[in-house]
């Protein structure tokens, strides 16, 4: 009878021991305790190109001298580049993965930055993958930084940056045809405003498309009309991947090359992203501060 009570008397305080130990580790659960993580994700479309790894490191090694006590991740929106890459080795995350390995890491804040142009179909597929890791209450903070064209002063910087890259021995009588990649989607207008914003301080440059407008075509009309007779060809991607490769410089019927070359225009060709040239670059790297200044 005495030894019962007093066994009880030992297990109290065991118990009560017990629960205090709980409390400390679902608290360290419940994110109260968790200490604050801040990671950047930095998401493009993709190129399974050699050449494109370019722009990448470029932008990478940009962001680490910026950023550098931030740990940086990276995710390609292009399940057609993941497979292919993923064929030679390369293991390239989307960005709903890397966001979930990110939690997984420990992550509370995170500052996805979009390497797109302008805010088109896949930056607002983004948007909604960040929105959902909101919503699920993934992190404690999650942000989407703005791509290349978003406010006027991206603009402005982004015709410096473009003056810059016309090659030296060009003649101002001679075009510079931007290739931008276009879309359905109503940002497609940023295009035309660029090269309304370009043209005030250079009449010749153009900005085409390929898959939106202005086309290839509409371009085309204007350079015959002006009379141009020579056209340096530039694309107004990050990368210099497939469409400039084939759709601008190639030597099929269709390529931008062929059909200025038909009109009687002399083309050459400039095989160099936007994310080749550090004054782009920079556009972007100082686009993640805008979420991180909401993450102290
Ligand atoms: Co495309």
């Given at each position: ?62 962001t ?68 959902a ?81 202005p086309?290839?075509?509409d ?32 030597d ?26 550090p ?17 102290d």
């Open positions: 009878m005495l030894s019962m009570k007093k066994n009880i008397l030992i297990s109290i305080p065991a118990i009560f021991m017990s629960f205090c130990l709980c409390a400390v580790v679902l608290a360290g659960d419940h994110g109260h305790k968790t200490p604050k993580k801040v990671g950047i994700l930095l998401v493009a479309f993709g190129s399974s190109l050699p050449g494109a790894q370019v722009s990448f490191d470029n932008i990478e090694n940009t680490k001298a910026a950023y550098p006590d931030i740990p940086l991740r990276w995710a390609y929106t292009s399940h057609i580049i993941r497979k292919k890459l993923a064929k030679q080795g390369r293991h390239l995350d989307s960005p709903e993965v890397a966001l979930a390995k990110m939690q997984d890491e420990g992550f509370t804040h995170v500052a996805v930055q979009s390497l797109h142009t302008i805010g088109g179909a896949e930056y607002h597929d983004l948007r909604r993958t960040v929105g890791f909101k919503a699920i209450g993934g992190f404690q903070r999650i942000l989407l930084g703005n791509p290349l064209l978003a406010t006027q002063q991206d603009m402005q910087l982004a015709v410096a940056a473009t003056l810059k890259t016309i090659p030296q021995d060009r003649q101002k009588s001679d075009a510079v045809v931007l290739m931008g990649h276009g879309t359905h989607h109503p940002s497609n207008a940023f295009y035309a405003a660029l090269m309304w914003q370009l043209q005030l301080k250079d009449p010749n440059v153009f900005i085409g498309t390929v898959e939106g407008y086309a290839a075509d371009i085309r009309e204007i350079l015959l009309q002006k009379k141009i007779k020579k056209a340096y060809l530039m694309p107004f991607m990050s990368v210099a991947g497939d469409h400039a490769k084939n759709d601008m410089a190639g099929e019927d269709d390529s931008w090359k062929s059909i200025f070359t038909k009109a009687g225009i002399q083309c050459v060709p400039i095989l160099k992203g936007t994310a080749e040239y004054d782009f670059v920079d556009i972007w790297v100082s686009h993640i501060r805008g979420p991180l200044s909401h993450f």
